[in-house]
């Protein structure tokens, strides 16, 4: 039996032995990462995070000491400026933090910093991964703070929510505010009037009944004025548009049935329906309470993705590069970019050239070629090659620019069924406005006493909120189910796609991979220094950051290197001592390779001669055979840069009838797009950096949590825990979620059409249609919920 | 049946004082994580063993 990573659930490689107590007993571990962090939280007897939590943690960082060094930054003043609030010597900061997996590890969080000194109060939302932490910022730092969370495995950032983000706050307290109001409010009513309503017998004498409609109007004023507020202005919104929408029948409804109610209370003589009017709005309240919360919780999770957009540099002080906050930067300063990076700030370029991906300030996705002397933009990715930087102008205002531009593309793109259903509602509000009215004057001629109740009805009756909530709701609901899967969705409308995915197209390195090269063997031409040859690669790597560069990271790199470039999926070159090495696949070196070295992967050489080779192995991640087994397309494909042997085994031993090997970045985009013009539908996953435009081409992007940000920003679907079998989890949910967005519109759609004609005729009465309209809502909710599971 | 006169508006009162507590409790950010604090209650408050070193637990609650 294979044993399991106790802190993260991980299979344990065999040959690793990574041990600490905890309860007594010895528990094994997959790394040291998780072994340390095991370790500081049985030190600091936490150790009944073990017994609550009822998810695992997720695999801890092995190199902490680079991330603490890193988070020296945010004891910047600039950082406290904007993200701490600071009386007098109470420090008060808002930090999202990734690995919150379930309610213990909010309880970890809290506790473990409680036992900081001059930490005076800490809240963990769970559900939104965040923290609000209030510190003496005497005793203490944020560094120390940050660093501390670090030590249990956790990663927090400071963080401000955006703007629009704190109105959906105050919009969704106002939202629960006016629901309760209308819950309490309609429970008392409708107590007063069920009596008066089976009283059957004619018990109840006409001052008792008198006084009931008197205090249901009481009741029902504070629903009407307070609680539908929210349908008056949007009603009203949509009529200086000159459009319809949904509310423009409701608040017509409200308005007709409260007034004549407050005739009939007053004059003594005449029905009310009291009851029915604070129902209706409750019940509305709660679909529309539905749809914004699930709104809200998307905002706020894809605000925390934020974090993943680089808010440090790296500065350049003569040889020394120091990590500093993006913000700090000042003009005439030096800034690194390494490949796959974004660019900090504007600046001009002094040294070295790229290829800059200048999509999210332009919109075209070609790639710009910039050398030395030209300006770079702040928001650009430079895919290609490592630029330093001379900085033009401060960060202020554009980085942020862009950063809320995205989000709110994120926000717009509404799922396509949903806007259809958008505007299909516009005409049935027309048409249904054009029938209560066409009846109203009809039911004038016949019974004139009927009339304005039967216009009642045919409003509440067809009112569509259960076809507005169809949509919504079910993605809601799959969205939710997802997420506590540890997938996350970056835009809902990619569910709808899924379940057309009919082609997946499967990157190797990183992915089905674990994307961490270990150097598994050296061998060098006869006459060549072995040490030399990996100092040489080591020195040349470190300005790189693909997983091959974190092979030769161990190895000593003092060497100087000038002129580096590297290029995406071939390798690395730059001079060493004025001497030119070029290190990466056979294709780069463009040299013959002797038959004992064949076998090696990466190959070093300088000046038309081969010096070394290395034999660099990548291990197949656990879930990627079962993730392949468990998905049932057609077409599947294995796009790799790597070399064919290499590929063909990985293809093999996961039985992938199709593989590509050595595939550049437009090489895979030419490939989705030729599958995409012979009408399939692609799903991409893919971790890297030369990934990131087929991930954009995709139709479907899926991506894992410890991708490269260019791939984050460009997928659909973020996999948080890195486990590949969640995408078969999201293919069946995708399924479930499609299969039920057609039931509810169709039970909507049938609803509303079978009780026209009732409503029409007069066999309905106000109350009746409430419950008719709320109970086809409530069924289309219901049969949502039902994904949740 | 007289009594309903007198009965009614005192349960008015009551539902006024209940909308006020949860319009105070919204106010309060209580329904901004029902996850965490639904089982809060199931997660113990002491740490044990080196629970002389601290200055923020709950006094007299062991085991």
Known sequence: MQTKCFHCDLVIAPQLNYHTNVFGNQQSFCCPGCCAVAEAIVNNGLEDYYHYRSEFAEKAQENEYEMLQTLKV???????????????????????????????????????LAKLTGIMKVGVNVSARRASITWNNEHLKLSQILSHIEKIGYHAKPFQPEQHEASFRQENKAFLKRLGLAGLMTMQVM????????????????????????????????????????FYSSAWRALRAKVVNMDVPIVLALSLTY???????????????????????????????????????????????????????????GKQITPVLAKSLMVEQLVLVKSGEMVPVDGIIIEGAGQLDEAMLTGEFKLVSKSSGQTVFAGSVNQLGTLTIKVTKSLKGSMLNQISLLQNQALLSKPKIASLADQ?????????????????????????????????????????????????????????????????????????????????????????????????????????????????????????????????????????????????????????????????????????????????????????????????????????????????????????????????????????????????????????????????????????????????????????????????????????????????????????????????????????????????????????????????????????????? | MSIIYVLIPIAILLVCIAIGVFFWAVKSNQFEDLERHGSSILFDDDLPKKANNQNTKTPGKHD
């Open chain 1, 191 to 230: 107590m007063l009037n069920i009596g008066v309503f089976f009283d059957l017998f004619g018990h109840i004498d006409a001052q008792t009944k008198q006084y009931f409609n008197w205090i249901s109007l009481l009741l029902t004023t504070p629903v009407i004025l307070y609680s539908a507020a929210e």
């Open chain 1, 259 to 317: 007034v004549s109610g407050v005739f009939a209370t007053v004059q003594n003589n005449g029905q009310t329906y009291f009851e029915s009017l604070c129902m209706f709005v409750f019940l509305l309240l709660i679909s529309r309470y539905l749809e914004h919360s699930a709104r809200y919780k998307a905002s706020q999770l894809s605000a925390n993705m934020l974090e993943y957009m680089p808010t440090t540099a790296n500065l350049v002080e």
């Open chain 1, 424 to 789: 299909f509602s516009q005409y049935f509000v027309l048409a249904v406005l054009v029938i209560s009215l066409s009846s109203y004057i009809i039911w004038l001629q016949i019974n004139p006493s009927q009339a304005l109740w039967v216009t009642i009805s045919i409003l509440i009756a067809t009112c569509p909120c259960a076809l507005g909530l169809a949509t919504p709701s079910a993605l809601s609901c799959a969205v939710a189910h997802l997420n506590s899967k540890g997938v996350l969705l970056k835009r809902a409308d990619a569910l709808e796609k899924i379940s057309k995915v009919d082609w997946v197209a499967l990157d190797k390195t990183g992915t089905l991979t674990e994307g961490k090269f270990t150097l598994a063997d050296c061998i060098s031409v006869p006459g060549q220094n072995k040490n030399r040859c990996l100092q040489l690669a080591a020195s040349l790597e470190q300005y790189s950051s693909h997983p091959i560069a974190k092979a030769f990271s161990d190895i000593t790199n003092t060497l100087q290197v000038s002129d580096f470039s590297s290029k995406i999926g071939q390798g690395v070159e730059g001079k060493i001592d004025g001497i030119h090495f070029k290190l990466g696949s056979v294709s780069f070196v463009g040299l013959a390779v002797p038959k004992d070295i064949l076998g090696c992967n990466v190959f070093l050489s300088t000046n038309d001669k081969l010096l070394c080779g290395f034999l660099l192995t990548d291990k197949v991640r656990t879930g990627s055979a079962q993730m392949i087994k468990k998905i049932k397309v057609n077409h599947l494909t294995l796009l790799s840069g790597d070399i064919p042997s290499v590929v063909k085994t990985v293809a093999n031993s996961l039985n992938i009838p199709n593989w590509l090997a050595q595939q550049t970045p437009e090489d895979k985009l030419h490939v989705v797009q030729k599958a995409q013009n012979n009408n399939h539908v692609v799903l991409m996953v893919g971790d890297g950096i030369n990934d990131g435009p087929v991930l954009a081409q995709a139709d479907v992007s899926v991506t894992l949590g410890a991708s490269s940000d260019l791939a984050k920003s460009s997928a659909d679907v973020i996999l948080l825990d890195n486990s590949l079998e969640k995408i078969s989890v999201v293919f069946a949910i995708a399924k479930r979620c499609r299969a039920k967005i057609i039931q509810n519109m169709g039970w909507a759609l049938g609803y509303n059409l079978l009780v026209l004609p009732l409503a029409v005729t007069g066999f309905l009465s106000p109350w009746m249609a409430v419950v008719g309209m709320s109970l086809s809502s409530l069924i289309v909710v219901a049969n949502s919920i039902r994904l949740l599971k």
């Open chain 1, 74 to 112: 945010f004891d910047d003043d600039s950082i406290l400026q904007e993200f701490v609030e600071i009386q007098d010597d109470a420090s008060e900061i808002q930090l999202t933090i990734s690995g919150i997996n379930c309610a213990a590890c909010g309880w970890l969080i809290e506790k473990q």
